[in-house]
């Protein structure tokens, strides 16, 4: 579920064409030196927080807290990064799965603390089911018989019994 979930999160965040990099979150502006070289506008995709409660049959509901991290190389002064956040923002607030509840932006960080990277984190919280942990061998259909006892007798007044619509 977790990687489906990635995989329809950064499918939405690539249907933005001021996006130029979308990828799992793992500090790599922090380790810019160190990492792969990147395009910017990017943005990283962190899974901050899953809590799981047991459902039936060993389905379970996962309450989800993801970090959008937008991330901007700016030298210069330049608003128009906030008309970017603005525009992931409206791509993922409210937009949902048929696994996951439609997202909601809970609250937004700026993030200022790096050499001429400038980040924003956008949080997100859904709600997900994981059919995954379903062990569906080890499941077992009870067939038990069931017995009608019928207390009254049968008052049939017309013969003729119809099977069909009655035409």
């Given at each position: 579920?977790n990687k489906q979930l990635f995989i329809d999160l950064r499918d939405r965040l690539r249907t933005s064409n001021e996006?130029?990099?979308?990828?799992?979150f793992n500090s790599q502006y922090t380790h810019e030196k160190e990492e792969k070289v990147f395009q910017f506008p990017?943005?990283?995709?962190?899974?901050?927080?899953?809590?799981?409660?047991?459902?039936?049959?060993?389905?379970?509901?996962?309450?989800?807290?993801?970090?959008?991290?937008?991330?901007?190389?700016?030298?210069?002064?330049?608003?128009?990064?906030?008309?970017?956040?603005?525009?992931?923002?409206?791509?993922?607030?409210?937009?949902?799965?048929?696994?996951?509840?439609?997202?909601?932006?809970?609250?937004?960080?700026?993030?200022?603390?790096?050499?001429?990277?400038?980040?924003?984190?956008?949080?997100?919280?859904?709600?997900?089911?994981?059919?995954?942990?379903?062990?569906?061998?080890?499941?077992?259909?009870?067939?038990?018989?069931?017995?009608?006892?019928?207390?009254?007798?049968?008052?049939?007044?017309?013969?003729?019994?119809?099977?069909?619509?009655?035409?």
């Amino acid at each position: 579920m977790n990687k489906q979930l990635f995989i329809d999160l950064r499918d939405r965040l690539r249907t933005s064409n001021e996006i130029k990099h979308v990828a799992l979150f793992n500090s790599q502006y922090t380790h810019e030196k160190e990492e792969k070289v990147f395009q910017f506008p990017a943005t990283f995709v962190e899974f901050s927080r899953m809590d799981y409660r047991s459902e039936s049959y060993g389905v379970e509901k996962v309450d989800i807290e993801i970090t959008i991290h937008v991330c901007f190389r700016q030298l210069v002064e330049d608003l128009s990064f906030m008309d970017i956040i603005q525009n992931v923002s409206y791509l993922l607030h409210k937009w949902g799965g048929t696994y996951f509840s439609p997202l909601q932006r809970v609250s937004e960080e700026q993030d200022s603390d790096h050499d001429n990277v400038f980040v924003w984190k956008l949080v997100f919280k859904t709600t997900a089911t994981d059919e995954n942990s379903v062990n569906t061998k080890a499941l077992t259909l009870i067939n038990t018989p069931r017995t009608l006892e019928v207390l009254k007798d049968l008052d049939i007044d017309n013969n003729i019994i119809r099977t069909g619509d009655g035409q």
